[in-house]
């Protein structure tokens, strides 16, 4: 992997982290009982840990369970996960002075391993979310 590649599939990779957080958001947004937008703009400064914390006391509130502990329990890694990608790989890995490149190749599979795993949970809370939404609408009509 070159440093152009390496550029290419983090961006990917914080992209996922994002729509993982706007996912949650609209969870949270969802559950909180409150016109959408508003509980959307409850959330809108927070990050994606204090937002979980918030989803899982609308939970406990709304007595619905949304997330399940061992979702619970991935998400947890995946903001680990996307804490590290965010704020610390450019100064904790090592990379090649020549080519720019990531040096280790265990730094290069930690990324296609949490690519990998961010996809995963992208896609599970989109369903998540989705199934909340439709089931907003349905009680509204």
Same mark, same amino acid.
């Given at each position: 992997?070159?440093?152009?590649?390496?550029?290419?599939?983090? !961006?990917? /990779?914080?992209?996922?982290?994002?729509?993982?957080?706007?996912?949650?958001?609209?969870?949270?947004?969802?559950?909180?009982?409150?016109?959408?937008?508003?509980? /959307?703009?409850?959330?809108?400064?927070?990050?994606?840990?204090?937002?979980? $914390?918030?989803?899982?006391?609308?939970?406990?509130?709304?007595?619905?369970?949304?997330? !399940?502990?061992?979702?619970?329990?991935?998400?947890?890694?995946?903001?680990?996960?996307?804490?590290?990608?965010?704020?610390?790989?450019?100064?904790?890995?090592?990379? &090649?002075?020549?080519?720019?490149?990531? $040096?280790?190749?265990? &730094?290069?599979?930690?990324?296609?391993? &949490?690519?990998?795993?961010?996809?995963?949970?992208?896609?599970?809370?989109?369903?998540?979310?989705?199934? /909340?939404?439709?089931?907003?609408? &349905? !009680?509204?009509?």
């Amino acid at each position: 992997m070159n440093l152009r590649e390496f550029r290419i599939a983090h !961006s990917i /990779l914080i992209e996922h982290y994002q729509f993982i957080e706007m996912h949650l958001e609209g969870i949270y947004a969802a559950l909180s009982g409150k016109h959408f937008y508003i509980g /959307l703009k409850d959330v809108e400064r927070y990050n994606a840990n204090k937002i979980i $914390k918030m989803i899982q006391e609308q939970e406990r509130n709304s007595d619905k369970r949304v997330i !399940s502990d061992s979702e619970y329990e991935d998400l947890k890694l995946v903001c680990l996960r996307r804490n590290y990608w965010t704020h610390n790989c450019y100064t904790n890995m090592v990379f &090649d002075r020549k080519t720019g490149a990531p $040096k280790n190749e265990t &730094d290069v599979r930690q990324l296609h391993h &949490d690519m990998r795993e961010a996809e995963k949970m992208r896609e599970h809370l989109y369903q998540k979310n989705f199934k /909340l939404m439709r089931e907003m609408r &349905d !009680s509204i009509i």
